[in-house]
Nanobody, 119 residues
Framework: QVRVVESGGGLVQPGGSLRLSCRSSGSNFRLAMGWYRQAAGKQRELVAS?????????ADSFKDRFTITRSHANNTVTVYLQMNSLEPEDTAVYYC????????????WGQGTQVTVSS
């Protein structure tokens, strides 16, 4: 289990931006990490992933508006998700976790951070 602390969510107007942060132990620096989201009544979905060397992948719906980055300093790995041009459909709880191809089988998730896009 990768222990993470997500933050940065909130209420934003359509067209606005938010930057989410995910902090975890520096011992996780070799792990690929991902941002995921789950809207009410829908299944959790992968938003973006980033490998330990910084290689990024995005789900098609997000590649033009979201940017995932990571840093490793002071024994902490921090993964960011910069979200621009937010739409009401982006309203969801956003989660950070390790990224593996079988991520949908993960049983352990953090508390997530709520993003609400509304005027």
């Amino acid at each position: 289990q990768v222990r993470v602390v997500e933050s940065g969510g909130g209420l934003v107007q359509p067209g606005g931006s938010l930057r989410l942060s995910c902090r975890s132990s520096g011992s996780n620096f070799r792990l690929a990490m991902g941002w995921y989201r789950q809207a009410a009544g829908k299944q959790r979905e992968l938003v973006a992933s980033i490998s330990s060397d910084g290689t990024t992948k995005y789900a098609d719906s997000f590649k033009d508006r979201f940017t995932i980055t990571r840093s490793h300093a002071n024994n902490t790995v921090t993964v960011y998700l910069q979200m621009n041009s937010l739409e009401p459909e982006d309203t969801a709880v956003y989660y950070c976790n390790q990224y593996l191809s079988m991520w949908s089988r993960f049983r352990s998730w953090g508390q997530g951070t709520q993003v609400t896009v509304s005027s």
